[in-house]
């Protein structure tokens, strides 16, 4: 937004093993849902290297465009939760986006949305559900869930996350998992506003 990074990728700290780059290239790693603690696609199963067993790996994806947004589309929960189709219609709304997930099903599961914030940002107020950074606010507001989620850092302690603009830096970040029980079919309405911003 006025080429301030808000919403963003971690990006890649190294192609190795140490956690930081474990956790950039996970699904914790990527502003999206986890459903009952698991990714939406399947990550490998193995330490080193890449491997997707199928059917277990299977997973068909959609994106379409409308309502001057786009629609991402998947069937990837289905293999290990009660979500048989998730989909993320994301829309800018002037100072702002708008995010609705839909999530397909039947039972009770356990939702965790991880956002990654931009540079600058590190702080986060539960009560206010306010994102603070170097040049900005933004506000957070949800329909679809009863009451505020749970508010923990995506990894160790606040600000919870890291970014990496050019492989071998990191810088720490606010990253953010906010986390609700939900009874299925489930659709999850999610406002970020852009309150404050330093000229």
Not at 71 to 87: E, I, K, M, W
Not at 89 to 96: A, C, F, L, T
Not at 111 to 129: I, N, Q
Not at 172 to 189: D, T
């Amino acid at each position: 937004h006025g080429g301030e990074e808000i919403l963003t990728d971690s990006g890649r700290y190294r192609y190795t093993g140490d956690a930081v780059s474990l956790l950039q290239k996970s699904a914790l790693g990527h502003n999206l849902p986890v459903v009952n603690g698991f990714s939406p696609l399947s990550e490998s199963l193995v330490g080193n290297g890449l491997w997707w067993p199928r059917p277990y790996a299977s997973a068909a994806l959609e994106m379409t465009e409308c309502d001057s947004g786009i629609v991402l589309a998947h069937d990837g929960f289905a293999r290990a939760t009660p979500v048989q189709r998730h989909s993320r219609k994301i829309v800018p709304e002037g100072n702002g986006l708008f995010v609705v997930d839909s999530f397909e099903g039947q039972g009770d599961v356990d939702v965790a949305f991880c956002w990654h914030f931009g540079k600058g940002f590190d702080t986060f107020d539960k009560e206010r559900m306010v994102a603070t950074g170097t040049y900005c606010e933004v506000r957070l507001s949800f329909e679809g869930v009863r009451g505020l989620p749970s508010v923990e850092p995506i990894s160790g302690r606040m600000p919870g996350s890291w970014i990496s603009h050019v492989y071998g830096e990191m810088h720490p970040v606010l990253g953010i998992s906010l986390c609700w029980r939900v009874r299925l079919p489930a659709v999850i309405y999610t406002r970020f506003f852009l309150a404050i911003c330093a000229e």
